[in-house]
């Protein structure tokens, strides 16, 4: 049994540094490691799923993100999001709160700054239009900042009043520590109403993002959903219906090229 665990541990060592040697000897290995260059002609898929219990009563949630972008040989990319899509599960019924977008936006290895317009969707509450700017600053694959700040043009539910005003804000930073693994924190805040922060990595499973590549995230935090609070108003028809929670998550991340 001691040679057998012996033998499977020399395996191991040896896999590890054969592997290290091939990818040294790769022409990746001159790739930089904060700022690599963008992929073009290339479609990323990506998202992201928070998953939560509940801690102030029965249930549970999610908060998550999703998008299909094509990058052009030019740099230029069009694509489709769902940014954010959260819900809750509580016995008063569910809660859901999406925003669903078709974005365009100016990619350049280091920069990015673009607009999505689309809609926004409440199950109990109002929806309306949603529009949301959002840039990064660094390397995509590499170190980045990025940001995205949101807009909604709705309906107040009291009042009947349109209004356009901001609805979330979300923004993430990414730090390689090695050619496939990175540090990531993210955060969130919507003002109607949901909100989550996370920390944890990212590896690159095949590739370092060219088409073809697979990166897989894990990392832990918090999330909070709101889908309107508990009515405060002696007259209850106004606000009929809420659901909300609050708990920790971990949340998994798929970043897949094609």
Request: aromatic share 10%.
């Amino acid at each position: 049994m001691l040679l057998h665990a012996a033998a499977l541990v020399l395996s191991l060592v040896a896999g590890a540094a054969r592997a290290e040697a091939e990818e040294a000897a790769a022409p990746e290995a001159k790739r930089p490691l904060m700022l690599p260059p963008l992929a073009r002609n290339m479609v990323r898929v990506q998202g992201t799923v928070r998953p939560f219990f509940n801690l102030i009563g029965p249930g549970g949630g999610a908060i998550g993100d999703l998008s299909v972008e094509y990058y052009f040989q030019r740099p230029f990319k069009l694509g489709f999001e769902l940014s954010p899509f959260a819900f809750v599960l509580v016995p008063e019924g569910p809660g859901t709160i999406v925003h669903a977008r078709l974005r365009g936006a100016f990619s350049s290895d280091y920069v990015e700054v673009g607009l999505g317009i689309g809609g926004r969707m409440q199950y109990f509450g109002p929806s309306g239009l949603s529009v949301a700017p959002a840039m990064r600053l660094g390397s995509l694959d590499g170190l980045h900042l990025r940001a995205e700040m949101g807009y909604s043009l709705i309906r107040n539910y009291y009042t009947r009043q349109t209004q356009f005003a901001l609805s979330h804000v979300t923004g993430g930073l990414d730090v390689p520590v090695t050619r496939r693994l990175a540090i990531t924190l993210d955060g969130g805040y919507g003002v109607d109403l949901w909100a989550y922060a996370t920390l944890g990595v990212r590896q690159w499973i095949t590739g370092h993002g060219e088409p073809g590549s697979l990166a897989i995230g894990a990392s832990a935090g918090a999330a909070w959903v709101v889908d309107r609070f508990p009515c405060q108003y002696g007259d209850i028809d106004p606000c009929r219906g809420a659901a909300w929670g609050l708990g920790p998550t971990i949340a998994v991340r798929v970043d897949r090229r094609f």
